[in-house]
């Protein structure tokens, strides 16, 4: 079982839609949770960031973190054609400590 | 501006020929990363470094090495004892347990 798990996609939604990327983890010891968007060929940046359960929102990007379950989302609603990249789901055992554990990625494709 | 620099952009190597690729910050961050990416894949961990003259091996650290002699530069060598460099590295560095990335560079074994 890896650490951090995403669903390879790739994820289509229209224009307009709510997608919906999924992330789980394996170390119950996990403290902090980072989302990055990778476009085709660039580095990834990074979205949001969430420490508490429950849901954290900026502007269109809403993230929700259920410790209990292992269990970390990102939605973004009211999809755009610039937001097709691939998702990154990174986890962090240490507030104090930069090393993060990246789930594979979810490629999101928004069609026109 | 603060930020990440690497370079080269684009790198070629010969087989049987190590490479260096630079990383630069001047974010003042204490932690720096190496990642290399292959084609539809994750990022996968090279060697990281928390402090000046201290690094660690990450999960595929073979036929690569490391420095960090100044906190503003973690240089990776590519050696030639890494049987398949084709991939895109990334170089990251962190304040507390935030990652920032660099633009990458592209290595291809010609």
């Known amino acids: 079982q890896k650490e951090v798990e995403q669903n390879s996609g790739p994820l289509s939604v229209p224009e307009g839609a709510i997608a919906s990327l999924n992330c789980t983890y394996s170390?119950?010891?996990?403290?902090?949770f980072f989302w990055y968007r990778q476009y085709s060929g660039k580095s990834p940046e990074l979205i949001m960031f969430i420490y508490s359960n429950g849901d954290k929102e900026d502007g269109r990007f809403t993230a929700q973190l259920n410790k209990a379950s292992q269990y970390v989302s990102l939605l973004i609603r009211d999809s755009q054609p610039s937001d097709s990249a691939t998702y990154l789901c990174?986890?962090?055992?240490?507030?104090?400590?930069?090393?993060?554990?990246f789930g594979d990625g979810t490629t999101l494709t928004v069609k026109p | 501006d603060g930020g990440i620099t690497q370079s080269p952009k684009y790198l070629f190597r010969k087989e049987g020929q190590n490479v260096t690729l630079s990383c630069e910050q001047n974010?003042?961050?204490?932690?720096m990363y190496w990642y290399r990416q292959d084609p539809g894949q994750g990022l996968r961990l090279i060697y990281y470094?928390?402090?000046?003259?201290?690094?660690q091996k990450g999960d595929i650290a073979e036929g690569y090495s490391v420095s960090r002699e100044k906190k503003e530069s973690f240089p990776l060598t590519v050696t030639s004892a890494q049987k398949n460099p084709t991939a895109f590295y990334l170089c990251?560095?962190?304040?507390?347990?935030?990652?920032?990335f660099g633009p990458g560079t592209r290595l291809t074994v010609l």
């Open positions: 470094s928390q402090i000046v003259n201290d690094f």
């Open positions: 990251a560095s962190s304040i507390v347990d935030t990652q920032y």
């Open positions: 974010l003042n961050h204490d932690a």
């Open positions: 990174a986890v962090n055992t240490n507030t104090n400590a930069g090393k993060s554990t």
């Open positions: 170390d119950r010891g996990s403290q902090s």
